[in-house]
DNA sequence: GCTGGATATTATGTTATACATACTATGTAT
DNA sequence: ATACATAGTATGTATAACATAATATCCAGC
C-alpha cells in the first residue's frame, strides 16, 4: 500500500528488526518478507530498504556478510546483532504506548482486525 | 513520553485534525489538550505544533483566525476545514490499516489497552 | 510597582529518513 | 539472443520533528 508519505516513518527499522529476529535474510528477500507477512499492506521500496540496511550496520544493530549462494549469485545477508535485540524490544515498547495513546485520541479505532 | 524522534513522524497531522474536528482551538490550547486526551502519552513540542499549523493552513486543512479574548489577549483560533474533515477521514483510514499491517508483523502486539 | 511564572506566538536552523530514479550486474527461461 | 526477475549501489529531493531563542502578555504575591 502507498501510505500518506510520513506515516511509515520511524516503524520501518523496527519492522527490520523484527523479521531479520527470526534469522538472517539479504535485502531482496526482506523486502519480500515484510510485504508477505504483513499482508501486502507494507512495502519498502528499495530506495528505502538498502539504505536502512546501511543504517542499522552503521549503527551495529545488524551485520552484513557477503555470501554466495550455489548459484554464484553474491548476496549479503544481514543478521540481527545482541545490540539490536535489544534495541528492538525497546522500540516495540514504544510502539505499543504510541499505539495505545492514538487508541486513546481516537476512541479505540485501532483495533487489530 | 519522549519518542524514538521519527515515530512519531506522520501522526502528528492526523491527531491534530482529529482534536481540532471537536471544535476551534489556538494553538496552546491544542498542545494541551493532545497532551491530555492522549493520557500524556503524545507531547508534540511547540517546536513542531506552530510549523505543523501554518502547514496544515497553508494546504487549507485548517483556518486560523485571530481573536482577543476579553482579557485582551490575542489568540489565534484554528479550525477544521471541510477539505480538513476529508483528509482526516482519508488519513485515519490509512493508520488503521498501518496498525493492521504491525499486528500482523508484530502477532498483534498491539492492542488497545 | 515589580518580579516570577504561566501563557502565547514567531523565527531559524538541524537532522533524519522515506522515496524516486537511474545505473550496474547476474541468473534463468524461452 | 533476449527478456525478465533478481540483487545491490549511488545520488538527490522533500518532508517533518525537534531544539532553541526571541518576543510579548497576563496574573499572583510581595
Known sequence: MKFESQLLKGIAPVVVLEILSGGPMYGYEL????????????TLGKGTLYPLLYNLEA???????????QSGRKRRYYSITAKGEGELARQ????????????????????PA
Chains 1, 2 share one sequence.
Do not use: D, H, Y
Not at 544493530?61 to 554466495?68: A, D, F, N
Not at 516495540?92 to 485501532?110: D, I
Open 92 to 111: 516495540k515498547a514504544q510502539l505499543k504506548e504510541l499505539t495505545s495513546g492514538l487508541n486513546l485520541v481516537f476512541g479505540g479505532a485501532f483495533v
Open 31 to 42: 523486502g519480500q518478507a515484510i510485504e508477505r507477512r504483513s499482508g501486502q499492506i507494507l
Open 59 to 69: 549503527k551495529k544493530l545488524v551485520r552484513g556478510k557477503w555470501q554466495s549462494s
